[in-house]
């Protein structure tokens, strides 16, 4: 089973850039689902950005400031966070599932909880004022 690895999370300044990449272990399926989701203290995961194949979609709080992109070559998915604000910190993960598993994209995308697919371990993200 692949596995997934997060890096690029730190500590910055509100107004601050960072760009996070997830390597896959092995090929993932150019077909395949992949997303990147966030989880604060004391709330919820969320979904933040989704790679749909020929589409993709981000969470109303990030849209105009984060970008995901993949790099099927490089077995590697990004996401290209501007503009950081300090209710964007948490644990960033990447994850990933067939989607042949899975009703559509958007169905594993707006349920993070379900930990549908294979996930990563998280990379930290600190946004201070």
């Known amino acids: 089973q692949v596995q997934l690895v997060e890096s690029g999370g730190g500590a910055v300044q509100a107004g601050g850039s960072l760009r996070l990449s997830c390597a896959a272990s092995?090929?993932?399926?150019?077909?395949?689902?992949m997303g990147w989701f966030r989880q604060a203290p004391g709330s919820e995961r969320e979904g933040v950005a989704l790679?749909?194949?020929?589409?993709?979609i981000y969470a109303d709080s990030v849209k105009g400031r984060f970008t995901i992109s993949r790099d099927n070559a490089k077995n590697t998915l990004y996401l290209q966070m501007n503009s950081l604000k300090p209710e964007d910190a948490g644990m960033y993960y990447c994850a990933t599932v067939s989607r042949s598993a899975v009703p559509t994209c958007w169905w594993w995308f707006s349920r993070p909880g379900r930990q549908v697919g294979t996930w990563g371990q998280g990379t930290q993200v600190t946004v201070s004022t």
């Open positions: 092995a090929s993932i399926d150019t077909t395949a689902c």
């Open positions: 790679d749909d194949r020929s589409d993709t």
